[in-house]
Structures are given as C-alpha cells and as structure tokens.
C-alpha cells in the first residue's frame, strides 16, 4: 500500500471528515488529564504526552457497560383457559384430587409473573486516533479471549464494536523510561493491530495504510493526503529507529513462563507483595487487562443487568459462594496477575497478554514494577533469592523505593 503524507495543520480537516461517518475517539489534555474522548472540532488532539492515563480499551469494552433491561410483569390468564381440566402428554388426566393441573404450554388460569427482556448492544462506528502500537496490541491480545476461544465464548458485545472500529495509531517517538515493548516482541512503530500508522516527521505525518480500513481511511483525506516522498518516509524511519533504540529491555522473556512455573510456591512473592494495597489501579489502567463481574440491579419491578470490569486483587474476585476462597491470600492474587499473563494466557494463547506499554509502572500508587516481578520471580528457582537481593529497576526513573522489599520469611501479608 503506498505511503502518504499528511500534513499536520491538515490533521483536523481529516479527522473531521471522518467524524462524518463515524465517532472520533483521540487523546485530549483535561485538567492536565490527558484521555481518549470524542472528537469535536476545535480541540486540539494532544500527542506530545506518550500515553493517556487510561488505554483506549474501554471505547470497546466499557468499564461498565448495561446490556439487558428486564421488567416482572403480572399477567391475567388468557381468554378462555380453565384450571383443573388440562391433560398429560400421554393424554391421562394429571393432578390430585382438586389440583389444578396445567398442560405444558398452556396458559394457567390464574394470574402469573412474566418476565420481559431487552437486549442492548450499542456499536456505533468509530475511528481511534492517537493510539499507540502497544495499546493497539492490547486489543489482539483481547481479541483472543472475547473472539471465544475457537468460537466458542464468542463475545458478542466486544465483537460487535471491534468490528466497526478502526485504530489509527502513531509511532512512538520518545519512549519513557518505564516503556519495554520491545523486550515483549513489540516497538515504537509496531503494527500488530493497527489499521494505518501515522508517523510524526517535520511538519507533518508519514501515513502507512496498512488494512482495508486503512485504505478507507487514506480515501476519506482525500487531496489532504499526498504522496509521502522518499526523504520523508526515509525520514519516518529513522525515528522509528531512534526510538526503538531507546526502549530499555529490562529483562530476557526466555524462561520466564517456565519459571513463573517452577516458583509457584516461592515466599518471594509474599515478600513482593508486601507494598501492594490490592487497589486495582494496574488492572484498570492496562490496555489487556479484560476481566469483568455481571450484576443485576432491581428496583421494583424493573432492572438492568450490567457487566462490570473487575480486577484479580479485589479479595471478592474468586470468592465462591460458599465462601471458599481459592485466591485467599494477598499474595496468591499477586501472583495471579503476573502468572496470568506470562504463563497461564500464554499457554492457552501462544501469546503474551502484556504489551510493555508501563502503564501500570506509572499509575501504581506503591510504585509496584512488573519488570522488577519478573525480574525476580521469572528467575531460575535459587537464582530468584539472589536477585531479590539486588534487583531494583530504574528507581529514580519510577520513583520506587530503592532495593528489593524487605524479606518477610513468607509471612503473609
Ligand atoms: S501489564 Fe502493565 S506494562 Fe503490561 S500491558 Fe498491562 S499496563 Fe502495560
Ligand atoms: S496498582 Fe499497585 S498497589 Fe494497586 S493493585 Fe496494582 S500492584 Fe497493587
């Protein structure tokens, strides 16, 4: 597919022209936040910042989202129908001495609840704009959960509206010190996932289509997208270059699955866990993080059933209703979380379900670091001990408290 040009004071034309056919979503800056909000003409998309707070997850899975209004209803019996003079399959007349016997489908001759259902499911079209390679990464990672594993738990909610959403992401051109994509198979331009990759250069954008959406998207600029020349795609690529050449790698990927295993029962992680306050912030902030709870509410007569996200730290998160809990401990659903997404996902997947963005380095409010988790618990069993003692990962660039947490004997935090 060629490669465009768009230049950037031409940014807002496209991004209006498509905000004909389709909701916008691009970061914003508000109240020094910046977030993934609809487009409206006049505001100024905000690319300077690396990554908003939030992944733009949620305009395809709502943190909470309503999918089923029902109402109870008391319905009178229908025209005509008597109790007591209904008959078995086998034609035998059924129910005891002054019984009201019900043939099965008829209506019984008194009045009855009924209840009635409404099935919502929003999916509008829409355009992502401003994303980054990582987070568009996010979304396969949860295209394999919510696609149903062969088909099997097809989402129809998700599916619906990541059927109709295009991402167009930006190449990352300075990557923060707590980014390791490239150590995860990812980089600063990747294009796992992405429609069409916009890459900023002097005054402008180099614009590479890269799906059927892409194109449409390329068709909609129309004049405003022209030919990129070659010193301007030359150009595109060495920043792709130079900030790939600056993500840290913080650790290698090979064996950890294997170590995560072999370290299920190690106390290093109640040790690690000691400054988490199970809050949920990782989980939430993540661009893969897909867990949710389903909720009714009722009132009266009339309710809504919702799905929720949730998070593996909330106590509540596996508690089962007769109250066992198979994740009782802190550090059990510690473990989970990282366990899960370099092990247990991977297995069933043939992926990971991390993609180095460092969100949750960033938001975490007790500076909690994957890369130092890994680093610890995805070692060699004995190597483990030895590199808790040592390992503390870019403290001055994540603000961590210095060194490993202090040794619990695997007491339980
Ligand atoms: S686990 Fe952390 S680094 Fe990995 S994708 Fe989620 S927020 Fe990003
Ligand atoms: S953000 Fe930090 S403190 Fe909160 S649950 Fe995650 S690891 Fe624990």
């Known amino acids: 597919m060629a490669i465009k040009y768009l230049k950037a004071d031409a940014l807002p034309a496209l991004l209006e022209a498509l905000a004909k056919n389709a909701r916008v979503v691009a970061p914003f800056k508000r109240d020094g936040v910046v977030q993934f909000e609809p487009w409206q003409s006049g505001k100024d998309v905000e690319l300077d910042v690396l990554l908003a707070k939030q992944s733009p997850k949620e305009w395809v899975f709502p943190q909470c989202e309503t999918y089923l209004k029902f109402g109870y209803r008391m319905e009178e019996p229908a025209q005509g129908a008597t109790a007591g003079t209904a008959t078995g399959a086998e034609g035998e007349a059924i ?25 919502l499911n929003e999916a509008p079209a829409q355009v992502i704009f ?16 919510f696609g149903g594993y062969g088909g099997f738990y097809f989402d129809p909610l998700y599916n619906s509206r990541r059927a109709v959403t295009t991402l167009l992401a930006v190449t990352c051109r300075d990557p923060r010190s707590t980014c390791f ?3 995860l198979g990812g980089c600063p331009a ?20 890269l799906t059927e959406k892409g194109e449409a998207v390329v068709g909609t600029a129309g004049g405003d997208l022209g030919d990129a020349t070659e010193a301007q795609a030359a150009e595109a690529n060495a920043v792709k270059a130079e900030a790939t050449g ?6 290698a990927l090979e064996g950890i699955r294997d170590h995560l295993h072999d370290n ?20 939430y902030v ?20 919702y799905r929720v996200w949730d998070n593996c730290f909330n106590p509540l998160y596996t508690e089962e209703t007769s109250g066992h809990n198979p994740r009782a401990q802190k550090s059990n659903r510690f473990r989970n979380r990282f366990s899960h997404k370099f092990w247990y996902y991977p297995d069933k997947y043939d992926s990971l379900l991390c993609t180095g963005c460092g969100r949750c380095i960033m938001h975490c409010p007790t500076r909690i670091d994957i890369r130092e988790v890994l680093r610890i618990m995805g070692a060699a069993p004995g ?18 408290p210095t060194g490993a947490p202090a040794p619990t004997d695997g007491k339980e935090a």
């Not at 401003?130 to 959960?145: I, K, N, T, W, Y």
């Not at 600056?246 to 650790?251: G, H, I, L, Y």
């Not at 893969?288 to 007569?301: P, R, T, W």
Request: aromatic share 6%; net charge negative; charged share 20%.
């Open 264 to 283: 299920i029962d190690d106390p290093g992680w109640h040790d690690l866990c000691m400054r988490c306050i199970s809050c949920g912030t990782c989980t």
């Open 286 to 305: 993540c661009p893969n993080c897909y867990c949710f709870s389903i909720n009714d509410e009722l009132v009266e007569s009339e309710g809504e059933r």
């Open 130 to 145: 401003g994303l980054r390679p990582c987070d568009a990464r996010g979304f396969v990672q949860m295209d394999q959960v």
């Open 190 to 209: 990747g294009q796992e996932g992405v429609d069409a990759l916009f890459t900023q250069v002097e005054g402008g954008f180099v614009v590479e289509p």
């Open 246 to 251: 600056k993500v840290d790698v913080p650790f």
């Open 181 to 183: 994509c490239t150590a």
């Open 95 to 119: 129910g005891g001495e002054g019984a009201a016997a019900v043939a099965a489908g008829a209506e019984p001759a008194i009045p009855h609840e009924t209840v009635e259902v409404e099935a």
């Open 383 to 400: 190597a483990a001990a030895e590199r808790a003692a040592t390992t503390a990962v870019t403290p001055a660039a994540t603000g961590a």
